[in-house]
């Protein structure tokens, strides 16, 4: 069978555990997943994949009640359910194992894997029979602790398996991984790996999403590739390679015979070929180094974008967040103006370096104003504004220039579409004038219109004489916006290129070249 477009899974084998119909979940105007559908058997393990935005996370919080979706049905053994919340799912059968482990770290390992369940006999707590239980389910899972100790005394990759555990104690069919060996080093991903075959083997219905595709291989059954919120192919496994699945991914229809590109060999260190003349070298980095990335070096120029182009998983957001500072254990030197930048964080905002993510929701602070919001500390300026007064003037100010809705500082900035929070966020950081934009992935999930107000603040703020850093997960964005490109695969930088002379085709194209 070869993966194809799909509307919903081929009935085969055991009736579904888990089934999404039809899926559809909005943040406001804003669709990030629409008419998705798919299923999940009894003893197979089916992975969701999609390069960064294209809604996979949103998906998996969905299925175990942290969203609720706008529109579709969740399918468990064919009937109906609507979950209040994580809690709700998991007393149904869904458990999750998330990016943000549900532990609970002052609890002891046993604590936390029968959290609101505790053993008692006539309202007593029998300890001893909940250690000895304990013991037996992560012995099944081939993992070993003392569980009397707190569960913050383990490493993420044991934390993760208590998670597990507390799924099986609970009776859960289904479990939901969302990436979770992403924070993993190779030695821990193994073991939980081996940890999904034996809840295959047990089974249990597995859906699991991963930016590592080798995992992908290794362990699904069945595949589905989501592209900006769409299920664009279905299949088996066996019926994808990994190029044909990038393919999927990157442009969200299937491969041709004659190439994306249409033949010829792909660009190799294009310098940048007429526009813009060239500026002083503003950044440099040389032999940068992190877990993720080996050797990495450039330049970039005062008044010039350039766009970081790779897959999820290939060192593109390390590098932006290396340079920040945000990667304690990286290797390397980073000079601005000439200047070595010194270590973290803090240091660098100070020398002019800015960052601005995708996630909005984990840069602001929902409760308070949009005039608190962009006197947060975050630049060099607007974190030593002490005075209501002058805090209220500066938010006036960056609301009429950045053009916020509604033009008010006193709303909570919940009250804000996605697109205007987003502009919250760069307005913290324009009163310091930084030099260096680093932008990951800065207009995820938000609308045309929004993003294209972001890339023209962006581009007003380079063009001034700063320069940028950006990742996009479309790598379309980066075709329309950036100066220059640098192809990042496997930690390292393979190539230089032009991404205004190439389409979007083969600007996709190279994606799947450069995977590892």
Known sequence: ???GRVRRAAAQGPPPRLALRGIGKRFGPTWVLRDVSLDVRPGQVHAVVGLNGSGKSTLMRAVYGAHQPTEGQILLDGVPCRFRGPRDALAKGVAAVPQELPVVPDLSVTENIFLGMLPASGGVFRERQAHEQAERVLAHLHAYADVRRPVS???????????????????????????PTSALPDRAAARLREVIRILRADGEAVLFISQRLADVFDLADEVTVLRDGRAVAHGPVGGFTVETMVHWMVHGRP???SGVRGGGEPPRDRGVSGGRPPGPTLLSVRNLATGRLRDVSFDVEAGELVGLFGLPGSG?????????????????TIWLNGAELPVGVRHRIGCGLAYVAGDRQAALVSELSVAANIALPGSRRVGRLLWPARERRVAVAQIAALRIQPPKADVPVSALSGGNQQKVVIARWLAGNPAVWLLDDPTRGLDAQAQADIHQIVRDRVRAGACGLIYSSDPRELHEICDRGL??????????????????????????????
């Open 316 to 332: 593109a957001t390390d590098i932006l967040r290396a340079v920040f500072g945000a990667e304690s254990a990286a290797e390397g």
């Open 255 to 257: 491969p041709v015979a």
């Open 487 to 516: 192809l990042i695969s496997g930690g390292h930088l393979t190539a230089e290129i032009d991404p205004r002379v190439l389409g979007a085709d083969e600007l996709g194209g190279l994606l799947e070249e450069s995977t590892p």
């Open 1 to 3: 069978m070869q993966p």
């Open 153 to 179: 005394s383990l490493d993420l990759a044991g934390q993760q398996l208590v998670t597990v555990a507390r799924a099986l104690v609970r009776q859960a069919g289904v479990i939901v991984f969302d990436e």
